[in-house]
C-alpha cells in the first residue's frame, strides 16, 4: 500500500515569511497527526484530526500556526510567520482508528528558518 | 502529566555488542507502547507491545513490556553499524501518541 506522503523535502524561509506543509495519508486511514520534531528532541505533537474534526491541538501555536484537513483526506499546516525556533522537521502521520495498533509516518519535511 | 522517558539519552558500542534500551513511562489510560528506528527519515515501526510479559523478536532485535513497573526495554544483539540511529519509544494513551526523547546509538566498526 502507498504510504504517508509529504511534501515538499526541505524548505528554506527567512523568519516572517510563510510556509505550509501538505499531507497526503494513507487511504482509509481516518486520523491524522502532524507531529513537530526539534533536533535532538522526540516529535511533539501539534495536533490530531479525526476525519475533518480536531480531536487535540492543544500544543498548536495558534497565533502562528494552523491547520486543516477539507473532507477528511489531505491535510496542510501553515506557520505565519515563521520564527527561527520552528526550524524542525514536520512529521505527518496516519492511523486507520484513533490512536489505533500502530501508525505510518510519512517522510517529513525539514524546515529551516533564517 | 503523562510523560515517557527514554534512557540512555546516547550510546556507544562496537559491532557485536549487545545493548538494552529502556522506556519508562506514566500515561493514563494505556493503550499500548510502540518502539520506533529513526535514521535520516521518517521513524519506521519495529515494535508494539500491549500486554506485559510477552517478548516480541525480530531477528536480532527483541522488546518486551513490564506493565506493573511502566517500562518497557528494546534489544538489539550482535550489533552492527546499520543499527546506529535514534530509537524512539511512543506510549499511546487515550487520545494520543507520547514519544521519549529517543535514544541515540551509534555502532562503532
Known amino acids: 500500500e502507498a504510504g504517508v506522503a509529504q511534501s515538499p523535502r526541505y524548505k528554506i524561509i527567512e523568519k516572517r515569511q510563510s510556509v505550509a506543509f501538505w499531507c497526503n495519508p494513507i487511504s482509509g486511514h481516518a486520523t491524522l497527526y502532524w507531529y513537530q520534531q526539534i533536533l535532538g528532541q522526540g516529535p511533539k505533537l501539534l495536533i490530531q484530526?479525526?476525519?475533518?474534526?480536531?480531536?487535540?491541538d492543544s500544543q498548536l501555536p495558534k497565533d502562528r500556526f494552523s491547520a486543516e484537513r477539507l473532507k477528511g483526506v489531505d491535510s496542510t499546516l501553515k506557520i505565519q510567520p515563521a520564527k527561527l525556533e520552528d526550524s524542525a522537521v514536520y512529521l505527518c502521520a496516519s492511523s486507520l482508528h484513533q490512536v489505533a495498533y500502530g501508525y505510518t509516518f510519512g517522510s517529513g519535511t525539514r524546515l529551516t528558518v533564517v | 502529566e503523562d510523560k515517557v522517558v527514554q534512557s540512555p539519552l546516547s550510546l556507544v558500542v562496537h559491532e557485536g555488542d549487545t545493548v538494552t534500551l529502556n522506556c519508562s513511562y506514566e500515561v493514563t489510560n494505556f493503550r499500548s507502547l510502540l518502539w520506533y528506528k529513526q535514521e535520516k527519515k521518517a521513524p519506521t515501526f519495529l515494535f508494539m507491545l500491549?500486554?506485559?510479559?510477552i517478548e516480541k523478536k525480530s531477528g536480532r532485535l527483541s522488546s518486551i513490556l513490564d506493565k506493573k513497573e511502566l517500562f518497557s526495554i528494546l534489544n538489539i544483539t550482535a550489533t552492527q553499524t546499520g543499527d546506529s540511529a535514534i530509537y524512539l519509544c511512543a506510549v499511546a494513551g487515550r487520545n494520543q501518541f507520547y514519544f521519549g526523547t529517543g535514544t541515540s546509538l551509534t555502532v562503532i566498526p
Open positions: 500491549t500486554s506485559s510479559g
Open positions: 484530526f479525526q476525519n475533518n474534526g480536531v480531536v487535540d
